[in-house]
């Protein structure tokens, strides 16, 4: 997945330099340790299928700060690594932790039905969720986002990985994006960074 790290890496490249322009709304003691991209990418909003079968809207998730991360069950490094990151986060938190949702959009949705969304998120974290949709649906919550993925070519099995760029998007509970991450940042500074945008909004 190395391409997929090096995606990674471009989008907290791009929060990097976007800190000059942001920081709306935000007092100006505030220090972020995490890329600050407040008005540089748009707010939560989305039409997709959780891993109840349920059809859910970024409505559904207002009043939470949620951490938005693109991925596929099938990962064999970086979402593991990055999911694991984000429940200890979660777990870090403490009584926190309620406010903040974990949402896993698969851009693998012929492999990644429901079930399997399901018993992935839940062996993460009981504040994970995971969605999934049409491929049209995954497409323009990509696009959105400038989330790059593609598809390797199946071997002999039919198995085939999905490279995919790796950053967690964070938006406050009224939806508004405000900062990245991403695996190479450590959990002191999502904890740190959480802490404070909780607080905020609280």
């Not at 690594?81 to 974990?102: A, E, F, Y």
Request: hydrophobic share 35%; charged share 15%; with cysteine.
């Amino acid at each position: 997945m190395s391409q997929s790290r090096s995606l990674s890496r471009r989008l907290v490249l791009l929060g990097a330099l976007a800190l000059p322009l942001a920081g709306c709304g935000h007092h100006n003691n505030q220090t972020w340790q995490l890329s600050n991209i407040t008005g540089v990418m748009p707010n939560l909003e989305f039409n997709l299928t959780n891993d109840l079968g349920q059809k859910v809207t970024a409505e559904n998730y207002k009043g939470k700060v949620v951490l938005l991360y693109f991925g596929y069950t099938h990962c064999p490094d970086v979402c593991p690594t990055t999911m694991q990151l984000m429940s200890n986060v979660v777990q870090q938190l403490g009584p926190q932790g309620k406010d903040v949702r974990i949402l896993f959009v698969s851009v693998d949705p012929k492999r990644d039905s429901n079930t399997i969304l399901k018993a992935y998120t839940a062996a993460f974290s009981p504040n994970a969720v995971g969605l999934t949709g049409t491929i049209k649906q995954i497409d323009d919550l990509t696009r959105r986002y400038r989330v790059a993925f593609s598809y390797g070519k199946p071997d002999a099995q039919g198995n085939y990985v999905v490279d995919h760029s790796a950053g967690v998007y964070i938006f406050g509970r009224s939806g508004r994006i405000h900062l990245l991450g991403s695996d190479t940042n450590p959990p002191a500074a999502f904890v740190h960074d959480l802490k404070q945008l909780i607080a905020d909004e609280g």
